[in-house]
């Protein structure tokens, strides 16, 4: 019988997962499918409730659906309860189990594209604090970073955001940003800054170690500005897009049996598609 996944959001026309997940399945020769499936936002619990009777084994889960989806599910993991939010689903014994895989996806593309990234320094300069932030902070701290410097414009978000861990994070003021590059090992921006249609980050790397490692969760375009500074500089920058390929493949192993890979040639699909869609 055809297992089935979704990917749940509204809206959900956007959303790259179907591409990623249809490209391993075809790949692995499995009988699966894997669909959008627009979920408003007063219709998640009946969603949710009746996931098996609409023959799904579990779905990823986007804007504006991750918090609730933590709150109705009956077990989540570690990462899902640390981050606040889920976006990996699947059903156990009939009862829903939540994973948020935003922070694993993120850890993986650092190890794949900078190995060793983690290893000289334990210091690290984080811009922003959104839901993304939240993500990178859980992993950052699993990888025992010990000095984790926050900067966001508003800096009640990021005291709040400070808050959610019990951990070595130092807030910095989004103004002292450039300044706080010094010593880091890992400079990461998870705001929105540098995406297409908004400005670019700001900030001075002149200050960065030579072995520091630049990363940035936007990934339209591919090459931000920070990148390019970063490049610049010689130092080694890792694009956001790995990011979110990495964040799927517990999902796909959950629901289809398999644990898949992230290829160059999944990379060139998903680039293929992210440059159809800006002509
Ligand atoms: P996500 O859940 O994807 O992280 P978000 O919660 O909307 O998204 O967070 C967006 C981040 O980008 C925030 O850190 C935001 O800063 P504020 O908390 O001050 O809003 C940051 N951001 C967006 N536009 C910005 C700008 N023009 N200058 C500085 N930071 C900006």
């Avoid at 993304?132 to 701290?141: D, E, I, W």
């Avoid at 508003?154 to 706080?180: C, K, M, N």
């Avoid at 969760?217 to 790995?242: C, F, I, N, S, W």
Wanted: aromatic share 6%; with cysteine.
């Amino acid at each position: 019988m055809t297992t089935r996944a979704c990917v749940i959001g509204w809206p959900i026309e956007h959303s790259r997962s179907p591409l990623i997940h249809g490209h391993w399945l075809a790949k692995h020769g499995i009988d699966g499918a894997y669909t959008k499936q627009e979920v408003e936002p007063g219709n998640l619990d009946h969603f949710l409730s009746s996931m098996r009777e609409q023959g799904f084994a579990g779905a990823n889960v986007t804007v504006p659906h991750k918090e609730q989806a933590l709150v109705l599910a009956d077990h989540a993991d570690d990462a899902a309860r640390a981050i606040g939010a889920a976006n990996t689903l699947w059903l156990e014994d009939g009862r829903l189990q939540a994973s948020n895989t935003d922070a694993y996806g993120f850890l993986k593309n650092l190890d794949q594209e900078a190995p060793g990234w983690d290893t000289l320094s334990k210091s690290a300069l984080v811009l922003g604090a959104g839901g993304a932030a939240r993500a990178v902070l859980f992993g950052l701290l699993s990888r025992s970073f010990d000095d984790i410097r926050l900067a966001n414009r508003t800096r009640e978000r990021a005291e709040s955001l400070a808050g959610h861990f019990d951990g070595p994070i130092h807030l910095v003021d989004w103004e002292q940003r450039s300044e706080r590059v010094a010593g880091c090992g890992l400079i990461v921006n998870t705001t929105s800054l540098g995406m297409t249609g908004s400005p670019p980050l700001e900030i001075d790397l002149t200050g960065a170690s030579v072995d520091a490692v630049i990363t940035d969760l936007v990934y339209v375009p591919l090459k931000t500005k920070l990148l390019e500074q970063a490049e610049a500089r010689g130092l080694r920058t890792v694009d956001g897009l790995g990011m979110l390929l990495h964040q799927a493949e517990p999902g796909f192993e959950k629901w289809f049996g398999i644990r898949p890979e992230v290829t160059q040639e999944l990379r060139d699909l998903i680039v293929a598609n992210l440059l159809e869609e800006q002509c």
